[in-house]
T-cell receptor, first 112, second 114 residues
C-alpha cells in the first residue's frame, strides 16, 4: 500500500519562510506533487518533482530526495492569502498507469 | 476551456435515496479520478479511469458505490442506497495521458445524507 506523512498544522507570520515536509512509502513511485486547497475550494496544482532536486516556481519551491523517500514544499515571503491546506501527493505507476494518492494535508495559518 | 465541471455543487438527500454525481472532463484529458474528502479521512481515491476504462476501483468503499464513464468527456458516480456516513465532498479530477502528476480538479459536490 501507500502512506504519506506530513505535519497537520503549521503557523507562520507574513513575510516569513515555511517548509512543509512529506515522507512517503509506496511501490511504483513515479513522482511527488504538491497541491493547495483553500477552505471551501478545490485542490489546485502547485509543483511536481519527478527527479531529485529543487524545483522553483515563484515564491514556491519543492524538493525531492527519492533515496530518502522525502520531499518538502518551501513557501517564501508568506502572504495572508497563503493560508490554506497543502497536500503532498505521490504519483505511482501501476500497470502502465499513474494514480495520485494524497497525504492528509498540512493546514498553514499565516498571521500578520 | 471551462475546466472540470461537476454537478450538482450541493446535494442534500435522505438516507436510502439514490444519488448521482456528474463530472465533465477537460477536453483532451483522458484520465479521470474520483476522490472523496472528509475531515477524518482526507482525500481518498475512489476510482480512476483511463480512456473510459476503469483501471483501479479498489478505493470504492462498498457495492453501494458505482462509477461509469460512458464517453471520453463524462463520468458519473452513483451511490445507491445512500447512508449518512457517505456525507462528504466528492471531487473529480482529470489529467492528460496515462494519469499524471498535474490533476485539474472540479469544484466538488458537497453531499449531505440525512
Amino acid at each position: 500500500g501507500q502512506s504519506l506523512e506530513q505535519p497537520s498544522e503549521v503557523t507562520a507570520v507574513e513575510g516569513a519562510i515555511v517548509q512543509i515536509n512529506c515522507t512517503y512509502q509506496t511501490s511504483g513511485f513515479y513522482g511527488l506533487s504538491w497541491y493547495q486547497q483553500h477552505d471551501g475550494g478545490a485542490p489546485t496544482f502547485l509543483s511536481y518533482n519527478g527527479l531529485d532536486g529543487l524545483e522553483e516556481t515563484g515564491r514556491f519551491s519543492s524538493f525531492l530526495s527519492r533515496s530518502d523517500s522525502y520531499g518538502y514544499l518551501l513557501l517564501q515571503e508568506l502572504q495572508m492569502k497563503d493560508s490554506a491546506s497543502y497536500f503532498c501527493a505521490v504519483a505511482t505507476l501501476s500497470g502502465g498507469y499513474n494514480k495520485l494518492i494524497f497525504g492528509a494535508g498540512t493546514r498553514l495559518a499565516v498571521h500578520p | 476551456d471551462a475546466g472540470v465541471i461537476q454537478s450538482p455543487r450541493h446535494e442534500v438527500t435522505e438516507m436510502g435515496q439514490e444519488v448521482t454525481l456528474r463530472c465533465k472532463l477537460i477536453s483532451g484529458h483522458n484520465s479521470l479520478f474520483w476522490y472523496r474528502q472528509t475531515m477524518m479521512r482526507g482525500l481518498e481515491l475512489l476510482i480512476y479511469f483511463n480512456n473510459n476504462v476503469p483501471i483501479d476501483d479498489s478505493g470504492m468503499p462498498e457495492d453501494r458505490f458505482s462509477a461509469k464513464m460512458p464517453n471520453a468527456s463524462f463520468s458519473t458516480l452513483k451511490i445507491q442506497p445512500s447512508e449518512p456516513r457517505d456525507s462528504a465532498v466528492y471531487f473529480c479530477a482529470s489529467t492528460r495521458g496515462q494519469g499524471g502528476h498535474e490533476a485539474f480538479f472540479g469544484q466538488g459536490t458537497r453531499l449531505t445524507v440525512v
